[in-house]
């Protein structure tokens, strides 16, 4: 499909969903419309290894499209709120790993936005945070939850109370991002990165990432019981006996996502 506000392309498995709205990717009504719509796309085909985030331009998201947000009602708002948190939200449960590669800036819900992927490669000299507070309102397209469950309590609320923006070297010593890349090279980073974690068993990647956010936050007994649920969808799997046949033959295993 084509997509008014986003561009979309694949190599070697990954999918890259560029985000594409002159001149800073300001998250407007059509923009989030299409989001959703891709990774509705997206989340059916079952042979991606992996989904890169990026964008367009020299920022990455600017956050909310404030010229649109003042045309809006109460009302308007009301609604506006939950159907910017649903896309992201279906961001976060996207089956493969997901990757953000962040330039520029990311700030208000373009840093959610980041925050609802897997895994955040940021580019030296980008600034990085959540500006809701600044405009009397508060993160509430997950920000006040998904950063809390990266940083912890104290460094989400620093982050949110003060509304600062942060390099990337801040962001990677709070634990808000994963790597940082150098300038002009997140995209790149960000495949490479996509690229190691392709070359394991893909269905592998998949239950793993549903142990690790099905399990967080459950009591351990629990947690342990979705591990193992995970853990027996791939035993049937011809993947885990390529791995096998790999091993006793001494040569690298042809994974075949299934």
């Given at each position: ?44 085909d079952a042979s991606l ?124 010593a709070d634990g808000a ?82």
């Amino acid at each position: 499909m084509n997509y008014e506000t986003l561009r979309l392309s694949s190599e070697n498995g990954i999918a890259i969903l560029e985000l594409s709205r002159p001149p800073v990717n300001a998250l407007g009504r059509r923009l989030v419309e299409d989001l959703g719509a891709a990774l509705a796309e997206l989340e059916t085909d079952a042979s991606l290894r992996g989904l890169i985030v990026a964008a367009e331009g020299k920022a990455f998201c600017a956050g909310a499209d404030l010229k649109e947000r003042q045309t809006m009602t109460e009302d308007d708002v009301r609604a506006w709120v939950p159907m910017l948190g649903s896309a992201f939200t279906r961001l976060a449960s996207f089956p493969a790993p997901t990757i953000a590669a962040i330039q520029g800036t990311a700030a208000g819900g373009g840093f959610e936005l980041a925050l609802a992927c897997d895994l955040r490669v940021a580019e030296r000299g980008v600034k990085l945070g959540l500006r809701e507070t600044a405009l009397a309102i508060i993160p509430g397209a997950g920000g006040t939850q998904r950063l809390t469950r990266l940083i912890g309590p104290a460094g989400a609320k620093r982050w949110i109370f003060t509304a600062r923006m942060h390099e990337a070297d801040e962001a990677l010593a709070d634990g808000a991002i994963d790597v940082v890349a150098g300038a002009g090279e997140a995209l790149a980073a960000a495949r490479a990165l996509a690229g190691e974690i392709a070359k394991n068993g893909p269905l592998a990647i998949r239950a793993a990432k549903r142990a690790i956010d099905g399990g967080f936050g459950l009591p351990v007994k629990e947690a342990l019981g979705v591990e193992l649920a995970a853990y027996e969808s791939i035993i049937p799997t011809e993947d885990r006996r390529e791995a096998i046949r790999a091993f006793a033959e001494k040569r690298d295993p042809v994974f075949r996502g299934r």
